[in-house]
C-alpha cells in the first residue's frame, strides 16, 4: 500500500528557507514520479513541483522557479522540496503525491492533474 508522510512545514519570515521532506512506502524509489502541492487558504490546490522516477525530468510552476529544488534520496525513500527566497504567498499546505502508476512529470504541465495517493499535509507560513 503507498504510503507518504509530509514533515518538515513551519513558520518563516520572508526570504527565509524551508526543506519539506516526503518519505514514502508501498514501492521502490525509481518505481513512480513524485509531486508535491500545495493549498493556500481559501484557494484552490496547485501543483508546485514534481520529480520523475528516474530523476530525469522535472516540473516547477512558474511562481516557484528559481526558488525551489525538488530531489530524492533513495537510499531514505524520501523526496525534498528545498524552498528559498519564501513569499507570504508561499504559505500553504503542502501535500506530497503519487498515481502509483506513471514515471514522467508530463501530466503536471495540464494544471488539472490529481494524483491518487496523497499525504496529510505540512503547513508552511511565511510571516514577517
Known amino acids: 500500500q503507498v504510503q507518504l508522510v509530509e514533515s518538515g512545514g513551519g513558520m518563516v519570515q520572508p526570504g527565509g528557507s524551508l526543506r519539506l521532506s516526503c518519505v514514502y512506502s508501498?514501492?521502490?524509489?525509481?518505481?513512480?514520479?513524485i509531486g508535491w502541492f500545495r493549498q493556500a487558504p481559501g484557494k484552490e490546490r496547485e501543483a508546485v513541483s514534481c520529480?520523475?522516477?528516474?530523476?530525469?525530468?522535472?516540473y516547477y510552476a512558474d511562481s516557484v522557479k528559481g526558488r525551489f529544488t525538488i530531489s530524492r534520496d533513495n537510499a531514505k525513500n524520501t523526496v525534498y522540496l528545498q524552498m528559498s527566497s519564501l513569499k507570504p504567498e508561499d504559505t500553504a499546505v503542502y501535500y506530497c503525491?503519487?498515481?502509483?502508476?506513471?514515471?514522467?512529470?508530463?501530466?503536471?504541465?495540464?494544471?488539472?492533474?490529481?494524483?491518487?495517493?496523497w499525504g496529510k499535509g505540512t503547513l508552511v507560513t511565511v510571516s514577517p
Open positions: 508501498g514501492f521502490t524509489s525509481d518505481d513512480y514520479a
Open positions: 520529480l520523475s522516477s528516474w530523476a530525469d525530468n522535472t
Open positions: 503525491a503519487t498515481d502509483g502508476i506513471l514515471r514522467s512529470c508530463s501530466p503536471y504541465y495540464s494544471g488539472s492533474y490529481s494524483p491518487d495517493y
